[in-house]
Nanobody, 123 residues
Framework: QVQLVESGGGLAQPGGSLRLSCAAS????????MGWYRQAPGKQRELVAS???????NYADSVKGRFTISRDNAKNTVYLQMNSLKPEDTAVYFC?????????????????WGQGTQVTVSS
């Protein structure tokens, strides 16, 4: 059983900053790639940023240079630092992780998702 719990969402002004956190808990053997997705009204869910277990990152073109993804493996936590926020960043942000968890005596990989946290950018 694995849980992802997100925090840090809320309201920001254009040009402002927010820092999202997502902590994984439960029966965790290891965590592979972690990422952040977002979904705005009327749009499909899109990948915002991802980071591998080795620290390699990739970003959507729309956030490149403004957002930074990082992780703390000791805390099983991934972060998304969002700077220079724009109204078009308004969306529900979801944390995602490939988690190796216990299934009796063996490990299995599960695709875990957080509950989503609302980010609203408005003046």
């Amino acid at each position: 059983q694995v849980q992802l719990v997100e925090s840090g969402g809320g309201l920001a002004q254009p040009g402002g900053s927010l820092r999202l956190s997502c902590a994984a808990s439960g029966s965790i053997v290891s965590i592979r790639t972690m990422g952040w997705y977002r979904q705005a009204p009327g749009k499909q869910r899109e990948l915002v940023a991802s980071i591998t277990s080795g620290g390699s990152t990739n970003y959507a073109d729309s956030v490149k240079g403004r957002f930074t993804i990082s992780r703390d493996n000791a805390k099983n936590t991934v972060y998304l630092q969002m700077n220079s926020l724009k109204p078009e960043d308004t969306a529900v942000y979801f944390c995602n992780a490939g988690v190796v968890t216990y299934d009796n005596y063996r490990g299995v990989v599960v695709d875990a998702w957080g509950q989503g946290t609302q980010v609203t950018v408005s003046s």
